[in-house]
């Protein structure tokens, strides 16, 4: 059975960070691209950031400079350490795990950021 559990969501105040981290099991993880989406009320699902199994990265651009995704495949955890936060990052995060013939999604995360 395949299951992606996030973790490390919460209410922030405006400029403060967080970590999330989503542990994988039932998937040979460190061959699978892994992905972090998030979705605000009434919103599209969007994509974050992600990481392959090469440990190369891509982010959004409201993303970039703020926020770092890695992984450890030892663990089968990925993690998204977000930085100087805005109201505007206030959503459900999502973890993601994508091989060729498969797509995994996680039950997401709440990341909301007010004063």
């Known amino acids: 059975q395949v299951e992606l559990v996030e973790s490390g969501g919460g209410l922030v105040q405006p400029g403060g960070s967080l970590r999330l981290s989503c542990v994988a099991s039932g998937i040979f993880f460190r061959r699978y691209l892994m992905a972090w989406y998030r979705q605000a009320p009434g919103k599209q699902r969007e994509l974050v950031a992600s990481i392959d199994s090469g440990g190369n990265t891509n982010y959004d651009d409201s993303a970039k400079g703020r926020f770092t995704v890695s992984r450890d495949n030892a663990k089968s955890t990925m993690y998204l350490r977000m930085s100087s936060l805005k109201p505007e990052d206030t959503a459900v995060y999502f973890c993601?795990?994508?091989?060729?013939?498969?797509?995994?999604w996680g039950q997401g995360t709440q990341v909301t950021v007010s004063s």
């Open positions: 993601n795990g994508q091989s060729v013939l498969n797509n995994y």
